[in-house]
Structure formats: structure tokens, C-alpha cells
């Protein structure tokens, strides 16, 4: 596993970790009251867990194993600028919205997470391709 | 395809089915004057897709694919993955049950179903990452 996917994966497990934990409370408390606060959690909850684990594992799993260049995977200054537009993304938008942030932080986040996708579609575009092409390029 | 992968993959695609046919039903309550249990299953359709489909398919790839744990036990430990597979499925239809007859009663019981369904799948999370943060590893 490369360098950037584990970078992505473990990141996407704390997303993980934290989106179930944001959930259980949000659950907890739809059953048994705890306090009425902890529904601000909930765009956090969805945030850390859609993008943050699904998206992000996604871009992980793809950056491992979409067909290489001999053995090369392009240049990852992208990849690298994708996973920090990305996770900065979801915290600004996940928790500039749990936390009432003024709505322009919540929309630099969307704009991180646009930035992030267009990042990593700039490296997986042209791996995106026939295994005669990379038989190809390799002579 | 390991044992527990496909228990896990086929009993997502189960989930998939059955979110979207749950789906149909909040979507056909006020056309067919449905039960208004119905309109209780809005959280738990959103829930069966992306708990029961999405991360329960990932679960079951990312034991079957992800670098191997050890020579001796490559897909780390099984006890843990059972566990896993209980606690996520226990608590995910545990909330299918107690979610929407919260809505048509009254009864405590319901609200303390929810809270446990929440710390089942709260603890099938925290599981999922201790188990595979070790096999997010390189070559």
C-alpha cells in the first residue's frame, strides 16, 4: 500500500471512529434524552461519515490500486493537495456547522471539498485506462 | 471470497433490497394512506443504505483485500470480525424495530431499545477500526 492510500485510510478510520461516536450520541439521546445540544452534532455526523470515511476511503482504495504507468502513479503533488483540501473540508464545513461557524467557513469547506475532487480526478484521470496502454507506454 | 466476507457482502446486499423497498414505502404513505408507523422509517431507510449496504460492503472487502495482518492469522482475528458482524447487525435492526414504533408509542421501552442499538453499533465502529488500522499498512 502507497504512502498517500495509507495516509487516506487511516485518516478515513478517525472519520470513522468519530462519525460513529458523533451518531451514537445523536442515537442515545433520540431515545434517551442526555441534552438537547448534542443535536448540533448532527451535520458533523454526516459530514465525518459521507466524505470524510465513504469519500475518503474511496480515494485511498483508488490511489492504491488503479492501473499504474509501469510502476508509477503519477505525479502526487495532486493526491497530497486532495487530501488536505479534503480533510480540511470536512471539518470546516462538518464542524463550522455543529459549531453555528459563520456560514462562510461552511462554504470554504464545500469549496476545500470541490478543490479536493478535482485534485485527485487530475491524478486518476489518466489512470483510468486499458491494460494495452500501459503495456504500451511501457515500450 | 473468505467466509466472512461473503456473510457480509450478501447480508449488505439484503440491506440494499430492503432499504430501497422501505424507501418506496415512506415515498407511497401519503399517496396510499399508509400506517403512520410509516413515517417513522424516513431515519431508518437513510440508515439501512449507508450502515447496512455501504459500510457493512465495505467491511466485508476491506477484510477480504486490505494488506495481510499476519503470516499466521492473515485476516487478523477472526473472533473479532464475528464480533463485529453481531454487533453492527444487532443494533442496526434493533433501530429498524425500535425507531418507528417510537413514533406510534409512548412506551419507555422503545427509547432504551434505541440507546442500546446505538452503543451496538457505536461499538461495531470502534471494532471495525481496531481491526483493520493494523492491516492499513505498507508492503
Known amino acids: 500500500m502507497t504512502r498517500p492510500s495509507l495516509w487516506f485510510l487511516r485518516s478515513a478510520?478517525?472519520?470513522?471512529?468519530?462519525?460513529?461516536?458523533?451518531?451514537?450520541?445523536?442515537?442515545?439521546?433520540?431515545?434517551v434524552p442526555i441534552h438537547p445540544l448534542l443535536w448540533r452534532l448532527l451535520p458533523a455526523h454526516m459530514e465525518f461519515l459521507l466524505l470524510g470515511w465513504t469519500v475518503q476511503l474511496a480515494m485511498g482504495v483508488a490511489y492504491w490500486i488503479l492501473p499504474r504507468f509501469y510502476t508509477q502513479r503519477g505525479d502526487v503533488r495532486p493526491v497530497w493537495l486532495a487530501f488536505v483540501l479534503?480533510?480540511?473540508?470536512?471539518?470546516?464545513?462538518?464542524?463550522?456547522?455543529?459549531?453555528?461557524?459563520?456560514?462562510?467557513?461552511?462554504?470554504?469547506?464545500?469549496?476545500?471539498?470541490?478543490?479536493?475532487?478535482?485534485?485527485?480526478?487530475?491524478?486518476?484521470?489518466?489512470?483510468?485506462?486499458?491494460?494495452?496502454?500501459?503495456?504500451?507506454?511501457?515500450? | 471470497m473468505p467466509f466472512l466476507t461473503r456473510l457480509f457482502v450478501k447480508t449488505a446486499l439484503v440491506y440494499f433490497i430492503a432499504a430501497l423497498v422501505v424507501g418506496v414505502l415512506v415515498m407511497a404513505r401519503p399517496i396510499l394512506n399508509l400506517p403512520p408507523i410509516v413515517a417513522g422509517l424516513s431515519p431508518v431507510y437513510f440508515h439501512l443504505l449507508m450502515v447496512g449496504w455501504v459500510t457493512q460492503l465495505i467491511m466485508g472487502v476491506a477484510h477480504w483485500m486490505f494488506p495481510k495482518f499476519s503470516r499466521e492469522e492473515p485476516r487478523g482475528r477472526d473472533w473479532l470480525t464475528w464480533t463485529i458482524y453481531g454487533l453492527l447487525n444487532a443494533g442496526l435492526l434493533l433501530r429498524v424495530i425500535a425507531e418507528p414504533a417510537r413514533t406510534v408509542s409512548d412506551a419507555s421501552l422503545w427509547g432504551w431499545l434505541l440507546a442500546l442499538s446505538a452503543l451496538l453499533q457505536w461499538l461495531a465502529g470502534m471494532g471495525f477500526v481496531a481491526h483493520l488500522w493494523p492491516r492499513v499498512k505498507g508492503h
Open chain 1, 13 to 31: 478510520l478517525i472519520h470513522l471512529a468519530l462519525g460513529f461516536t458523533f451518531g451514537g450520541l445523536l442515537l442515545w439521546n433520540k431515545g
Open chain 1, 86 to 139: 479534503l480533510n480540511g473540508g470536512v471539518w470546516l464545513a462538518g464542524m463550522g456547522a455543529t459549531l453555528a461557524a459563520p456560514a462562510w467557513v461552511i462554504l470554504a469547506g464545500r469549496l476545500c471539498e470541490a478543490g479536493a475532487a478535482a485534485a485527485f480526478a487530475f491524478n486518476a484521470w489518466p489512470r483510468v485506462k486499458p491494460m494495452a496502454l500501459a503495456a504500451s507506454h511501457r515500450e
